[in-house]
């Protein structure tokens, strides 16, 4: 509230009441306070008003900022709640991209794990591999020299030389260029061997086993028919188409000189037939028996038999000792007039002519190149 100066009292004190002459300027002085109070209170409206005015304006103002502000509160939480439903959206989605990367590293190791455990495994096959081929060419080596060296087998061991050569020509490893170098070496020399005919010697042999059954032993009672006709046996002439027919009394005479003689010959033959003489050192085999006759063919075959095997073995010794049994059997009971005899003789001293003392090398080279191969680590 506006404040109203001061005037002066209404009731003058006593003492300060001026004397009577003295009281006319009184009232231009309450003029002026009235003009006064007058453009006070004015002044105190148009302030009222102006503070009215400011204070309507700042209302308005603080309603539009409410407003304003409440709409931006609005659309804050809004955004705030889009940015929360954003943000846990991120986070599943990042849960689900972490979830899912774990598992791509799980696969990803475990993919490690496998590639390595598959090329330990390739590495252990592929050394297994060379292992089993060398353990496998290392068995036919160290079978072909066996066969080389009992049975002089020179075709097995070049075929099984061959064999491991081809085995090792699979691989590209240039530590078996070393091993291949030894079995060549072993190659060279078994082809630098003289030739054996084992093959046809045991075919020979083979062939005099099968006539045993038809030689002729000395205790047989069937003669033996000569190959030639006898000495005195006179052929008879063919005529003569331009002979002449006074010869025919001649040609009647020599006819019958020419039966004469046939006659005669056959007699002769005959009656030389029924007593011969022959010398025998062994009288036993004239008097064999039927059975012993087949245990004579048996024994001779067996003993062909082993020095078949002997020859096939390679045991020059054995062969030699059981081929001149043969030979002292067939001469002691056997009649050696015998075309067959003869044939099997002759078949027998063919295979004795052949030399099989032979030195056949061994296939240490190639066997000790494996076996120091394998041992190395």
């Known amino acids: 509230m506006n404040e109203l100066p001061p005037s002066a009292d209404p009731m003058p004190r006593p003492e300060s009441v001026p004397a009577t002459p003295a009281a006319a300027p009184v009232e231009p002085l309450a003029r002026t306070g009235k003009g006064i109070q007058r453009l006070l209170t004015l002044a105190l409206l148009a302030l009222a008003l102006l503070l009215a005015v ?29 940015t929360r439903m954003l943000a846990k959206t991120a ?43 060398l353990s496998e060419i290392e068995q036919v080596l160290s079978t072909a020299s066996q066969q080389l060296q009992l049975a002089g087998n020179v075709p097995g061991a070049l075929i099984a030389l061959q064999n491991a050569d081809r085995l090792l020509s699979r691989s590209d490893k240039p530590q078996f260029i070393t091993l291949r170098r030894a079995i060549a070496r072993d190659q060279e020399k078994l082809k ?67 039966k004469w003689d046939s006659w005669s010959s056959e007699i002769w033959l005959e009656i030389k037939q029924l007593v011969r003489v022959r010398e025998v050192t062994t ?61 099997a003789q002759a078949l027998l001293r063919q295979v004795q002519n052949n030399n099989l003392s032979i030195e056949m090398p061994t296939l240490a080279d190639s066997l000790n190149a494996v076996r120091n191969y394998k041992a190395a680590p």
Request: hydrophobic residues 40%; aromatic residues 4%; without cysteine.
């Open 54 to 82: 400011q204070w309507w304006s700042t209302n308005k103002e603080l309603k539009s900022l409410r407003n304003t502000l409440a709409q931006r509160l609005q659309s804050g939480e809004v955004l705030n709640s889009e």
């Open 192 to 258: 630098s061997l003289p030739i054996v005919d084992t093959t046809g010697m045991a075919l020979r042999l083979d062939s005099v086993i099968g006539q045993i059954d038809n030689l002729p032993l000395l205790s047989d009672e069937k003669p033996v028919v000569p190959a030639t006709l006898p000495k005195n046996a006179r052929i008879k002439p063919a005529p003569a188409s331009g002979a002449p027919a006074a010869a025919a009394s001649g040609e009647w005479m020599t006819t019958v000189r020419n």
């Open 283 to 343: 009288p036993e085999a004239l008097l064999l028996s039927p059975t012993q006759a087949y245990y004579a063919r048996e024994n001779l075959k067996l003993r062909l038999l082993s020095a078949r095997l002997a020859l096939l073995s390679r045991n020059e010794s054995a062969f030699r000792n059981d081929i001149l049994a043969a030979q002292d059997t067939i001469l002691k009971y056997f009649d050696t007039r015998a075309k067959q005899t003869q044939a």
């Open 91 to 133: 986070q599943d989605t990042s849960k689900e991209l972490q979830a899912k990367v774990n598992v791509l590293e799980n696969k990803q190791a475990e993919s490690q794990n496998q590639q390595i455990a598959l090329e330990q495994l390739y590495q252990e096959l592929s050394r297994s591999r060379d292992d089993w081929a």
